[in-house]
């Protein structure tokens, strides 16, 4: 089994930026497992938001946050990391670190092994 623990959520007010930290642990995990983050609104389904492969060679973003957002992985502390600076009203959601077992990114939530509690994401205007 493997296990993501996310934090570093919060509340910040519009152009502000927020660092999202999700730490894996567990026999099955491995730093070839692909990470990602993904978000859900209230109401609306979880949405992909940015992803790395294991080797931290590729990245891959949403259109909506490319540019504002960076995704980045220490293998040898098992963390994978989310900075999101100018933030807007629509980033407020839930962030869910994920974790497929595999080397090549996808954005579908379903394919995804693995997945944290969730940490709130509050953006004010």
């Known amino acids: 089994q493997v296990q993501l623990v996310e934090s570093g959520g919060g509340s910040v007010k519009a152009g502000g930026s927020l660092r999202l930290s999700c730490a894996a642990s567990?026999?099955?995990?491995?730093?070839?497992?692909?990470m990602a983050w993904f978000r859900q609104a209230p109401g609306q389904e979880r949405e992909f938001v940015a992803a790395i492969s294991w080797s931290a060679g590729s990245t891959y973003y949403t259109d909506s946050v490319k540019g504002r957002f960076a995704i980045s992985r220490d293998n040898a502390k098992s963390t994978v990391t989310l900075q999101m600076n100018s933030l807007k009203p629509e980033d407020t959601a839930v962030y869910y670190c994920a974790a497929r077992i595999g080397v090549v990114i996808t954005t579908t939530a379903g394919e995804y092994d693995y997945w944290g509690q969730g940490t709130q994401v509050t953006v004010s205007s």
């Open positions: 567990g026999r099955a995990f491995n730093s070839r497992h692909t």
